[in-house]
């Protein structure tokens, strides 16, 4: 009888699932193996538990704390504001921080949004480039882009 057999039948052992002569041949081969031994005793040990698991002693007050906690289950739950603050103010703490959060971003960005428009309206304003296209015939489309840049 080799380890492997003996590890993959020490339920059944323990159980007493194999034959008289199987059952002899594996406590022989326990008798002579260490690692066999070991684990049969780690498996037997947890085998123990399973099967007889320890008994515990209920208090003498559990089934009516147990009725108790059941019934207070069972009331219908009424809540006030003023009940549990934290519960309501929270949320709009959050909401609050949110919404002054937009509404600097919002300031931020158009103040940066007209200080740039009115970078690049000075600088089409002051362009000297742009009158060299002075000269150009009405209805083109490089007067229609120039006066376009110029109503920014």
Not at 32 to 38: G, T, V
Not at 86 to 109: A, D, E, S, T
Request: proline share 5%.
């Amino acid at each position: 009888m080799n380890c492997k057999y003996v590890e993959n039948n020490v339920i059944n052992y323990f159980e007493g699932n194999v034959s008289e002569n199987e059952r002899i041949r594996m406590k022989e081969h326990l008798n002579k193996c260490k690692k066999c031994r070991i684990f049969a005793k780690e498996i037997s040990s947890i085998w123990n538990s399973v099967i007889s698991p320890a008994s515990t002693e209920l208090s003498p007050y559990f089934w009516t704390k147990l009725h108790n906690r059941i019934l207070e289950y069972e009331q219908p739950k009424t809540w006030t504001l003023f009940e549990n603050p934290l519960r309501y103010l929270k949320p709009m703490g959050y909401g609050l921080l949110l919404c002054l959060g937009v509404f600097l971003g919002n300031k931020i960005g158009d103040s940066y949004t007209n200080k740039e428009m009115s970078a690049n309206l000075e600088r089409f304003e002051i362009n000297p480039y742009l009158e060299v296209f002075s000269g150009l015939p009405e209805g083109s489309i490089s007067e229609a882009y120039i006066n376009l840049h110029r109503d920014f």
